[in-house]
Nanobody, 124 residues
């Protein structure tokens, strides 16, 4: 099982980035996918999640209206389009696969598989 996150980088405030999470080694469309982020010394926090079919999406309040999660099951890939980036969005971003119930989409323990992180840095 592998989840490979990519697309991070350095961007100015107000700019955009698109993260990708490519999956392999499991049946991709059997799993919901979540994005989390973590700063050094802090807990990993929920960012967004998408259901197996892509029909349902969920967002943390801090990113609603700025970030969009989507998936392409034919490509085994989930995307996180991040617009209007702010310095406080600077973190390492992780993708994860699991089958959380709706009430648990933001809970780390609800996800079974995790990828390595990709660094996002937003300069002011």
């Amino acid at each position: 099982v592998q989840l490979q996150a990519s697309g991070g980088g350095l961007v100015q405030a107000g700019g955009s980035l698109r993260l990708s999470c490519a999956a392999s080694g499991f049946t991709f469309d059997d799993y919901s996918i979540g994005w989390f982020r973590q700063a050094p010394g802090k807990e990993r926090q929920f960012v967004a999640a998408i259901s197996r079919s892509g029909g349902s999406t969920y967002y943390a309040d801090s990113v609603k209206g700025r970030f969009t999660i989507s998936r392409d099951n034919a490509k085994n890939t989930v995307y996180l389009q991040m617009n209007s980036l702010k310095p406080e969005d600077t973190d390492v971003y992780y993708c994860a696969a699991g089958n959380p119930v709706v009430a648990s989409v933001g809970v780390r323990r609800a996800y079974d598989y995790w990828g390595q992180g990709t660094q996002v840095t937003v300069s002011s």
